[in-house]
């Protein structure tokens, strides 16, 4: 398969699928369902999500946790991350495509991208705000590394494949219908639940009616 840029092969092959093995498990789950649950609290009637970039769905298992009616759809590019995705959610709701080539072809309550951003080609990441904006029906909720300033850092041993910046305020600035509504950062060292230094931001679609 072709792509467009060569974040998009680098993650749909072999680095992928050893990333597959490296963030799974029982620890992993508990910490995405104390994750969720501070980053969700004000959020209201979430009755439908997808993700952009689920890997094999574990933050999908834990949002199943927390809202156990929720139609979960999801995008993954990964062949065998979306193979074991298949075993979390319906496979029928799974995109297996790119984000670059996914157009939403509806709304979910909620659309949720976690540590996906960072790794996408920045000149593409402009398309991605606007998929996102269009999948959000209400929610919009990015978890992502944060920098105030765009900068791109070594990842594994690999070049242009993380960049930081500030991916919320870029949102913010291009869509206007959007507000920020809580935000806060997840620790690496947390004794309990750790996260990899996430800074996550919760968004919603002014004008919206309360569930």
């Known amino acids: 398969m ?7 092969a680098f993650w749909a092959g072999e680095f992928g699928n050893e990333y597959i093995g490296r963030n799974a498990g029982d620890e992993l789950l508990a910490a995405n369902l104390a994750f969720f649950s501070k980053a969700l609290a004000g959020a ?8 952009f970039g689920a890997n094999i769905g574990m933050n999908l298992r834990a949002l199943k946790l927390l809202y156990p009616q929720q139609e979960q759809h ?30 939403p072809p509806r709304s979910w309550d909620l659309a949720l991208i976690k540590g996906v951003l960072i790794h996408i080609n920045p ?4 398309q991605v705000y606007d998929a ?10 990015v978890c992502e590394y944060y920098n105030p300033s765009p ?15 500030d991916f919320c305020g870029e949102i913010l600035d291009r869509h206007a219908d959007l507000e ?4 806060g950062f997840a620790y690496r060292r947390d004794p309990n639940f750790p996260q990899d230094d996430i800074t996550w931001f919760l968004m919603e679609k002014k004008g919206r009616l309360p569930a």
């Open 74 to 103: 999801a995008i993954e590019i990964n062949p065998q991350a979306a193979a074991e995705l298949g075993k979390a959610i319906p496979p029928a709701n799974i995109h297996r495509a790119s984000i670059l080539d996914f157009s």
């Open 132 to 141: 996102l904006h269009r999948a959000a029906g209400r929610y919009l909720l």
């Open 180 to 183: 920020l509504i809580d935000y």
């Open 44 to 51: 209201r009637g979430l009755g439908s999500c997808i993700e």
């Open 123 to 126: 000149d593409w990441l402009p």
């Open 2 to 8: 072709s792509y467009k840029t060569e974040q998009e």
């Open 151 to 165: 900068v791109a850092i070594n990842y594994r041993g690999h070049s242009d494949r993380l960049f930081k910046r």
